[in-house]
């Protein structure tokens, strides 16, 4: 089981221009969310998908958008980039049933907006 | 809103001593999870605490929860260097999978030898 694989690792855009970052979810999960960690904070949800719509979302801009595909990977989608939004993205994948589960995380994506 | 607090936020400690960190929420839930992560790594799952009076361990670390209090614990017994790390607890509150969590600020945990 490859767990969650995020892609790229590691990026640098220049402000103003827009990013897509990616990620695919571990076996068995159907559910994906993103999360943003600014340096020396906590992460902070940006939104989820399930069944290829966005089912809730955190208090981020409409310049976040994201896309989730038939096979459950998703896309996280960076307008009209800012220099705060230099930050580690971190997708999550869990199953979705009522109950009591656990959230996966993968790897990372490092963006640095210069 | 949601708030979860963490504190210390940092915690220098000498290997072989015990400690423990808070996590205070404000709101109620009964899904409480603490994840440790290495310094520009992702995040480790550690705990996963799903009702009241729950108590999990593994190795030195020690968690419980208290939905009454709103508070979770995470107990560090005899540390060593290893877990040397940031622990972060998040909580749940919306039913269903556990994908929209609310996390604190943090404690990075320093152990000297």
């Known amino acids: 089981d490859a767990g969650v694989t995020q892609s790229p690792t590691h990026l640098i855009k220049t402000r103003g221009q827009q990013v897509t970052l990616r990620c695919s979810p571990k076996s068995g999960h159907d559910t994906v969310s993103w999360y943003q960690q600014a340096l020396g904070q906590g992460p902070q949800f940006i939104f989820q998908?399930?069944?290829?719509?966005?089912?809730q979302r955190g208090n981020f801009p409409d310049r976040f958008s994201g896309h989730q595909f038939p096979n459950y990977s998703s896309e996280l989608n960076v307008n009209a980039l800012l220099l705060g939004d230099s930050a580690l993205y971190l997708c999550a994948s869990s199953p979705r049933r009522v109950g009591r589960t656990e959230a996966f995380f993968g790897q990372g994506t490092r963006l640095t907006v210069v | 809103e949601l708030k979860v607090e963490q504190n210390p936020l940092f915690l220098s400690m000498q290997e072989g001593k015990n400690y423990t960190i808070y996590c205070n929420y404000s709101?109620?839930?009964?899904?409480l999870y603490w994840y440790r992560q290495d310094p520009g790594k992702s995040l480790e799952s550690l705990f996963v605490l799903l009702s009241n009076g729950a108590v999990k361990q593994e190795g030195r670390l020690m968690a419980s929860l208290d939905t009454k209090a709103r508070l979770s614990t995470l107990h560090i017994t005899a540390a060593v260097h290893d877990l040397s790390a940031t622990y972060f607890c998040?909580?749940?509150?919306?039913?269903?999978?556990?994908?929209?969590?609310?996390f604190g600020t943090g404690t990075r945990l320093q152990v000297t030898l």
């Open positions: 998040a909580v749940d509150i919306w039913p269903g999978t556990a994908s929209k969590l609310t």
């Open positions: 709101t109620t839930s009964d899904r």
């Open positions: 998908y399930y069944e290829e719509e966005e089912r």
